[in-house]
């Protein structure tokens, strides 16, 4: 293997000069070259571009896919350059579930078409989560990753470059500095060297080598300078490119909330569907007295109503529970002591003296707060922290 020592040792030579520059300014030893304000405030700007960009990134692909295993799955693909193997969306799992329940069951069961129903809407919300998946990956994870994985690393390269420029040029004005300071010295005083007889050094003779050293100081000092000046204006010109960056963010951001705002609809779309796909074949599966509350066609997007879960138990709350249609239970009874007295708040609910017993029993989907007391023939809702159950 060929090697150019001569370019070896001039590397080894520029890197101790840049090592023992830094270091000196490091101990407050040597002077530094300082950047102007603009220049400073660009490099500011461009750090806390990357430090968000990165964060935002890493916390987008957390949202998109929580599974950290399936993350270093795509990760591993990507670097092998690998397309990756399609991969179900937990709501096409939990579809498929349902269907392959469905036929055990019984289609033709209530229990069992009503699982192909909701699966099928699971599958189509599965869907939906893909192509949002999908959209969100193209319109905004790549645009960022572009950008640090490309912008960043070329404007971190030439960041660099600039510093060992900067670094050669303070070096070259210590050297044009401490050049200076020995040819005023030698031409000021003679200079005999009189420890060795061969090395008597005139006056004259010392301050024309200094001389030429300061000549060739100053001639490095040139070049460096114009080296740097060239390396600033490129980092400059990199730099003052990260306002295009964030104007090219901001429309993949919007582009990121447009595809959220379509998925979203489109779940809300099919939930509304299957709640009236179910509220319309109530009377055939039987729903239970706390779903038929909800199996209602939805209403407008604005009526509460069409968002809650089926057996909501707030439904119970309303004038639609009917206590004189509740009937009690087979079994599940229990005697309850009254701790405190309680006025009723509304027709549905029932009065209670301190020290009384009554008859208490729970509903399906009842608030668990609650249950519902007899006393006689009165009947109604009563608070579970008013009673002492006994066994």
Not at 174 to 189: I, M, N, S, Y
Not at 289 to 312: H, M, W
Not at 367 to 379: M, P, V
């Amino acid at each position: 293997m060929d090697f150019n020592v001569r370019k070896l040792a001039t590397d080894a030579g520029i890197f101790f000069s840049r090592a023992v520059q830094f270091t000196e300014e490091k101990l407050g030893q040597a002077e530094k070259t300082e950047l102007d304000t603009h220049f400073e405030n660009l490099l500011s700007r461009a750090d806390c571009t990357k430090n968000w960009t990165e964060k935002i990134y890493r916390q987008t692909e957390v949202l998109l896919q929580p599974n950290p295993g399936a993350r270093i799955e795509e990760f591993l693909y990507e670097k092998l350059d690998r397309k990756v193997p399609p991969r179900p969306t937990n709501g096409e799992i939990l579809g498929q579930f349902m269907l392959e329940a469905a036929k055990e069951f019984g289609p033709g069961t209530p229990y069992g078409s009503t699982l192909i129903k909701v699966a099928d809407c699971q599958r189509r919300l599965g869907g939906a989560e893909r192509e949002f998946l999908q959209s969100s990956s193209i319109s905004f994870l790549t645009p960022l990753r572009n950008f640090l994985e490309g912008d960043w690393r070329t404007i971190s390269k030439e960041r660099k470059l600039l510093e060992n420029r900067r670094l050669d040029l303070d070096a070259c004005k210590a050297r044009l500095k401490k050049a200076k300071a020995a040819e005023t010295k030698a031409a000021a005083v003679p200079d005999f060297q009189e420890t060795r007889p061969r090395n008597y050094v005139l006056s004259a003779s010392a301050s024309a080598l200094w001389n030429e050293e300061l000549d060739k100081a100053e001639q490095e000092l040139r070049v460096a300078q114009t080296e740097f000046d060239r390396q600033a204006e490129v980092t400059r010109l990199l730099l003052e490119g990260i306002s295009s960056t964030h104007v090219n963010h901001l429309r993949c951001l919007c582009e990121f909330v447009e595809a959220q705002a379509i998925y979203y609809n489109q779940c809300h779309k099919y939930m509304q569907e299957l709640q009236k796909e179910l509220g319309s074949s109530s009377g055939d599966i039987r729903c239970p007295d706390s779903l038929e509350v909800n199996c209602k066609p939805a209403g407008s997007p604005t009526d509460p109503s069409a968002f809650l879960p089926l057996n909501s138990p707030s439904l119970l709350e309303t004038d639609a529970l009917q206590i004189e249609e509740v009937q009690p239970p087979a079994s599940g009874t229990r005697k309850a002591k009254v701790l405190y007295d309680y006025d009723a708040g509304d027709s549905s609910e029932l009065s209670l003296r301190a020290d009384e017993l009554i008859t208490v029993y729970t509903v399906p989907g009842m608030d668990s707060d609650w249950l519902i007391g007899e006393r006689g023939n009165l009947k109604g809702k009563v608070p579970v922290t008013y009673l002492e159950l006994l066994s």
